[in-house]
């Protein structure tokens, strides 16, 4: 059986013929010595024939189909008139480096392919030494071709890629657990180096960012007085707390600190303040993003937990393939590799257990709450994904239903079914585009209104030219003395006349 190798370069395609196929494949290490040496490997392979692309735009639209695993029309009319037609006694192999490609090139031009056994080193050693292969090919053409290639290929990815609001929110929730830990560990540290100079002020003020907010304003307690009383009110926002910080103070067990110190700690605080702000305004990005991306997630289970959801899945689309099972234990995959291994139980939940309806059901019901949960998430995420006109009415209802369940599962009222809540989401769903198509049609309305109007301010404003039988633009004067006007012109003469017959009465 014959073999021919098919190998795609950012130049073009070019097929070659692999001489003695069957003992090569019984010698294998010897054709992975001979693949470095020119001399040797030119025994084994001959070009049969190279097809170049004849524009750089050609070659990144083969390449982009070859990747998605489509036989581009270049290709196979290449492919028709290199290779010899397949029959029973004439039978050959094409060698491919891609499986994907040798699937779609056998069931299209149903030819046998193979990318296992010999053909691999066969094509690492055509890849070597390509361009000496090529007639009129160099080193330097072959590198400025895949370099242009590369280019392209690469900007188009990036250009054209369906995930990229998916990579915002990745980023945001990675960037917002990051803040987190960041936040908690430096609100630690100022407690502690604030608490030497004032150590009444933890049990007065509890909370991180309120704590480094007063320790930033109060700096020396020694300072504090009644006249500070205001500024601490519109920093806790409570009369009785600022009282018992000035009081407090007063009677502080403290330390004294120099003010090199107070001015490090002061500036640390700063700086633990402005990450906090950092924080909210992050959270207030990833909800605009979520209601953009992913509405109906977002209002199943929030901004966090769906958005956590996408990152560890990778992409809102990977999540929506995603069976019901593998969202109720996603993240706990060390957990559940773990207790395949050990024949233990295996977990109930992975992130979901960040959802608030995992917290409110008792320990009884948590297992079975987050399986119905994890349920209505895959439904949510495939609504969002496939959607043309987004809306959070679907996560809505999903939620009511997840209340529901809770709801039977504490006093065992029966929930509703879920057809009869899906039609009722549906039709709010067509009378909502339909709302939006009727606005979107009034829109269009008004901007050609305004359009209109424009254009005949435009008009009226050069109404002073008119147009002659030819198009030529003339003056009013020269209009009113053309014979053939009617209308207007003709009473415009009738004025002059009695402008000057007035004239001679008055004189």
Same mark, same amino acid.
């Given at each position: 059986?014959?073999?021919?190798?098919?190998?795609?370069?950012?130049?073009?395609?070019?097929?070659?013929?692999?001489?003695?196929?069957?003992?090569?494949?019984?010698?294998?290490?010897?054709?992975?010595?001979?693949? !470095?040496?020119?001399?040797?490997?030119?025994?084994?392979?001959?070009?049969?024939?190279?097809?170049?692309?004849? !524009?750089?735009?050609?070659?990144?639209?083969?390449?982009?189909?070859?990747?998605? +695993?489509?036989?581009?029309?270049?290709?196979?009319?290449?492919?028709?008139?290199?290779?010899?037609?397949?029959?029973?006694?004439?039978?050959? !192999?094409?060698?491919?480096?891609?499986?994907?490609?040798?699937?779609?090139? %056998?069931? %299209?031009?149903?030819? $046998?392919?193979?990318?296992? +056994?010999?053909?691999?080193?066969?094509? *690492?050693?055509? *890849?070597?030494?390509?361009?000496?292969?090529?007639?009129?090919?160099?080193?330097?053409?072959?590198?400025?071709?895949?370099?242009?290639?590369?280019?392209?290929?690469?900007?188009?990815?990036?250009?054209?890629?369906?995930?990229?609001?998916?990579?915002?929110?990745? $980023?945001?929730?990675?960037?917002?657990?990051?803040?987190?830990?960041?936040?908690?560990?430096?609100?630690?540290?100022?407690?502690?180096?604030?608490?030497?100079?004032?150590?009444?002020?933890?049990?007065?003020?509890?909370?991180?960012?309120?704590?480094?907010?007063?320790?930033?304003?109060?700096?020396?307690?020694?300072?504090?007085?009644?006249?500070?009383?205001?500024?601490?009110?519109?920093?806790?926002?409570?009369?009785?707390?600022?009282?018992?910080?000035?009081?407090?103070?007063?009677?502080?067990?403290?330390?004294?600190?120099?003010?090199?110190?107070?001015? &490090?700690?002061?500036?640390?605080?700063?700086?633990?303040?402005?990450?906090?702000?950092?924080?909210? $305004?992050?959270?207030?990005?990833?909800?605009?993003?979520?209601? &953009?991306?992913?509405?109906?997630? @977002?209002?199943?289970?929030?901004?966090?937990? +769906?958005?956590?959801?996408?990152?560890?899945?990778?992409?809102?689309?990977?999540?929506?393939?995603?069976?019901?099972? !593998?969202?109720?234990?996603?993240?706990?995959?060390?957990?559940?590799? *773990?207790?395949?291994?050990?024949?233990?139980?295996?977990?109930?939940?992975?992130?979901?257990?960040?959802?608030?309806?995992?917290?409110?059901?008792?320990?009884?019901?948590?297992?079975?709450?987050?399986?119905?949960?994890?349920?209505?998430?895959?439904?949510?995420?495939?609504?969002?994904?496939?959607?043309?006109?987004?809306?959070?009415?679907?996560?809505?209802?999903?939620? @009511?239903?997840?209340?529901?369940?809770?709801?039977?599962?504490?006093?065992?009222?029966?929930?509703?079914?879920?057809?009869?809540?899906?039609?009722?989401?549906?039709?709010?769903?067509?009378?909502?585009?339909?709302?939006?198509?009727?606005?979107?049609?009034?829109?269009?309305?008004?901007?050609?209104? *305004?359009?209109?109007?424009?254009?005949?301010?435009?008009?009226?404003?050069?109404?002073?030219?008119?147009?002659?039988?030819?198009?030529? +633009?003339?003056?009013?004067?020269?209009?009113?003395?053309?014979?053939?006007?009617?209308?207007?012109?003709?009473?415009?003469?009738?004025?002059?006349?009695?402008?000057?017959?007035?004239?001679?009465?008055?004189?």
């Amino acid at each position: 059986m014959a073999l021919y190798v098919l190998y795609e370069h950012a130049a073009g395609y070019a097929v070659f013929g692999v001489n003695e196929f069957e003992e090569i494949s019984m010698l294998l290490p010897q054709v992975e010595q001979s693949v !470095t040496d020119l001399s040797r490997f030119n025994a084994l392979v001959k070009l049969l024939g190279f097809s170049p692309f004849k !524009t750089a735009v050609a070659a990144l639209e083969n390449v982009n189909a070859i990747s998605e +695993g489509i036989v581009p029309d270049d290709l196979s009319s290449f492919l028709d008139s290199v290779l010899p037609k397949a029959s029973k006694k004439n039978k050959f !192999t094409l060698g491919v480096a891609d499986p994907k490609l040798g699937a779609a090139l %056998a069931e %299209a031009l149903k030819i $046998q392919c193979s990318h296992i +056994g010999a053909v691999p080193e066969i094509l *690492r050693g055509i *890849r070597h030494h390509f361009p000496k292969l090529v007639k009129g090919f160099t080193d330097k053409s072959a590198a400025v071709a895949q370099l242009g290639l590369g280019h392209s290929y690469s900007r188009c990815k990036v250009k054209f890629n369906v995930h990229r609001s998916d990579n915002m929110i990745i $980023q945001s929730i990675a960037l917002l657990d990051q803040l987190d830990k960041d936040i908690n560990t430096f609100s630690m540290r100022i407690r502690e180096w604030y608490s030497y100079h004032f150590p009444e002020l933890v049990k007065i003020v509890p909370e991180n960012y309120l704590f480094a907010k007063v320790a930033h304003f109060v700096k020396d307690r020694k300072s504090l007085s009644q006249e500070s009383l205001e500024g601490l009110e519109e920093i806790v926002m409570d009369s009785e707390k600022a009282q018992a910080i000035i009081d407090a103070s007063k009677m502080s067990m403290g330390m004294d600190i120099s003010v090199i110190d107070l001015l &490090n700690i002061e500036m640390f605080a700063k700086r633990v303040v402005k990450l906090s702000e950092y924080r909210h $305004q992050l959270a207030a990005y990833l909800h605009s993003k979520m209601t &953009n991306v992913a509405p109906n997630l @977002q209002s199943l289970i929030g901004d966090q937990v +769906g958005a956590r959801l996408i990152s560890k899945a990778g992409s809102l689309t990977n999540l929506a393939k995603y069976p019901a099972s !593998t969202v109720q234990i996603l993240g706990a995959e060390k957990a559940l590799f *773990r207790a395949l291994k050990t024949k233990s139980n295996t977990p109930k939940y992975g992130l979901l257990f960040n959802s608030t309806f995992i917290g409110r059901a008792t320990a009884k019901n948590k297992g079975r709450i987050s399986r119905f949960l994890a349920n209505k998430c895959s439904i949510a995420s495939r609504i969002d994904c496939f959607t043309e006109s987004p809306n959070n009415i679907f996560g809505e209802a999903l939620k @009511q239903q997840v209340e529901d369940r809770l709801k039977f599962y504490e006093s065992g009222e029966t929930p509703r079914k879920n057809l009869e809540v899906m039609k009722e989401a549906m039709e709010a769903a067509a009378e909502l585009n339909a709302t939006q198509s009727q606005e979107s049609g009034k829109k269009k309305k008004k901007n050609k209104k *305004r359009k209109h109007e424009n254009a005949n301010a435009n008009g009226d404003a050069d109404a002073t030219l008119l147009e002659d039988a030819n198009g030529n +633009g003339l003056p009013e004067e020269a209009a009113e003395v053309e014979p053939d006007t009617e209308g207007e012109p003709k009473k415009k003469k009738k004025k002059k006349k009695n402008k000057n017959k007035d004239v001679e009465a008055a004189s």
